[in-house]
């Protein structure tokens, strides 16, 4: 049996996310496939072009580990109707210099979390938008818009038992996916 590396990119840094508690408990899902691994993004500086022929380390870092993993999982905030700044930020940093696309063909995922009504869409359409530009294959169905409600996660902040089955059944397909793309 393989074993997929999964890079997670949470776009959040606050240490109480949501999305952050998402990643954790789906990484915690059964998929014997995947192993998950954290990216850290909060260390990087702001996007500039100037530094793109002496990136700092922890852009290094990040560009390594993206190239090291088999897939991405993206777990979005939703600040503004968008993704958030720090997640804009990495990608940014994934892409450059020109011509050195750390993201590209890479399978990813994409879920969020959000108090809201309508979870996180709209970030995730703006995700989606910016995955296409820089050719990352990203799963389109099933989509998943979650908003946090009374049983979400349990008390050990695994997902829920009336949620577990929806969020399985994405993971299987996002397994799926990831086996398609994965090289």
């Known amino acids: 049996m393989s074993n997929y590396q999964i890079a997670v990119i949470v776009g959040s840094l ?10 954790n408990a789906l990484a915690r899902l059964e998929h014997p496939e995947l192993s998950f691994k954290q990216l850290q993004i ?37 600040y503004n109707h968008s993704i958030s700044g720090v997640l804009k930020n990495a990608i940014d940093h994934g892409t450059r210099p020109k011509g050195h696309n750390s993201w590209d063909g890479k399978p990813a995922g994409i879920v969020g979390v959000s108090t ?10 703006h995700l989606r938008n910016i ?43 996002y397994v799926a996916w990831v086996k398609k793309f994965a090289v």
């Open 14 to 23: 606050r240490k109480d996310s949501l999305n952050l508690k998402l990643a």
């Open 42 to 78: 909060g260390d990087l500086p702001l996007y500039n072009q100037d530094d793109d022929d002496n990136q700092a380390e922890s852009v290094k870092r990040m560009k390594r580990e993206i190239t090291e993993a088999h897939g991405l999982l993206f777990v979005t905030p939703e």
């Open 116 to 125: 809201g009504a309508i979870g996180t869409a709209l970030a995730q359409q």
């Open 131 to 173: 995955l296409a530009c820089l050719d990352v294959p990203t799963l389109g169905q099933p989509e998943i818009f979650i908003q946090l409600k009374d049983g979400l996660f349990d008390a050990a902040g695994d997902i829920g038992v009336n949620s577990k089955s929806f969020l399985q059944n994405w993971m299987n397909k």
